[in-house]
């Protein structure tokens, strides 16, 4: 199975902050990276695939990088809206799909 | 609009089995792949299986091979999850989920369900 690490578990950031959060792959995975945002309570919602392609509807402010084995998450601007728990998510390898452990954004 | 309602989750005894469907509306159901994710209580996303558009082929994780059935009706537009010898670990939201058509072989999951929650306890 591909592992997926990311760091930090947790972090704490104030509204207009500069973020990022980074996944680390166990092997390459070329740029088979996406990323969720899930808020307490809710399903997960897709942010970025194939490590940088926005999905309609999601604000500028995220942007995605990377290839191979380290991958990065940038929000520019933090707002509101944004402090929830975010996960990296492999498709390289779809036996299994991995995620993973998840990064809590919490507010300063 | 693209909708997913999953159904059938509650309270559960170990090694008692469950069934769990997946209401899909908004969207050429038959010509999809679904997968279900799951999620214990606290903790991240663990991908559980995958089926294709006609119900002809699954994968499923190891954590619940052997236990588990993935099936799906098109012309009822529901996907299922049958789990069985339930163990206590197996306590989870379960959510379904779709991928765009083009990401079958490198999927992500553009929509998901509200999930539903289970519980195995004596």
């Known amino acids: 199975d591909i592992q997926m690490t990311q760091s930090p578990s947790s972090l704490s950031a104030s509204i207009g902050d500069r973020v990022t959060i980074t996944c680390r792959a166990s092997?390459?995975?070329?740029?088979?990276l996406n990323w969720y945002q899930q808020k307490p309570g809710k399903a997960p919602k897709v942010l970025i695939y194939?490590?940088?392609r926005l999905e309609s509807g999601v604000p500028s402010r995220f942007s995605g990088s990377g290839s191979g084995t380290d991958f990065t998450l940038t929000i520019s601007s933090l707002q509101p809206e944004d402090f929830a728990t975010y996960y990296c998510?492999?498709?390289?390898?779809?036996?299994?799909?991995?995620f993973g452990q998840g990064t809590r954004l919490e507010i300063k | 609009e693209v909708q997913l309602v999953e159904s059938g989750g509650g309270l559960f005894q170990p090694g008692g089995s469950l069934r769990l469907s997946c209401a899909a509306s908004?969207?050429?159901?038959?010509?999809?792949?679904m997968h279900w994710v799951r999620q214990a209580p606290g903790k991240g996303l663990e991908w559980v299986s995958r089926i294709n558009s006609d119900g002809s082929n699954t994968i499923y994780a190891d954590s619940v091979k052997g236990r588990i059935l993935v099936s799906r009706d098109n012309a009822k537009r529901t996907l299922y999850l049958q789990l069985s010898s339930l163990r206590a670990e197996d306590t989870a939201v379960y959510y379904c989920?779709?991928?765009?058509?083009?990401?079958?072989?490198?999927?992500?999951?553009?929509?998901w369900g509200q999930g539903t929650l289970v519980t195995v306890s004596s």
């Open positions: 908004g969207f050429n159901f038959g010509g999809y792949w």
């Open positions: 998510q492999q498709s390289y390898s779809t036996l299994p799909i991995t």
């Open positions: 092997q390459s995975i070329s740029t088979y």
């Open positions: 194939e490590v940088s």
């Open positions: 989920a779709t991928v765009p058509p083009q990401q079958w072989l490198a999927p992500y999951f553009d929509y």
